[in-house]
């Protein structure tokens, strides 16, 4: 089998053994570990929500900025 170019899209064999690894991994967690491992996925998601609402932020102060040279 060859290794695959960055970028190239993993088959869908591909996604079902990485999440047969998931689940394995998962069973073999304890309670402890499971709920870092959650809470850390949850930190991931509110990151990326408050990243996108920066960039989304610094395009309309980018925007306003614009708009005011333009009324000059």
């Known amino acids: ?25 998962w069973e073999q967690l304890d309670d402890d570990a499971k709920k870092q491992y959650v809470l850390r996925k949850l ?3 509110i990151m990326k929500k408050e990243f996108k609402v920066k960039l989304v932020q610094h395009k309309m102060e980018t925007l306003r900025l614009m708009k005011g040279w333009i009324e000059r």
């Open 1 to 25: 089998m060859h290794e695959k170019q960055y970028g190239e899209m993993e088959t869908h064999h591909d996604m079902g053994k990485k999440w047969m690894m998931k689940k394995m991994m």
């Open 43 to 45: 930190d991931e998601k």
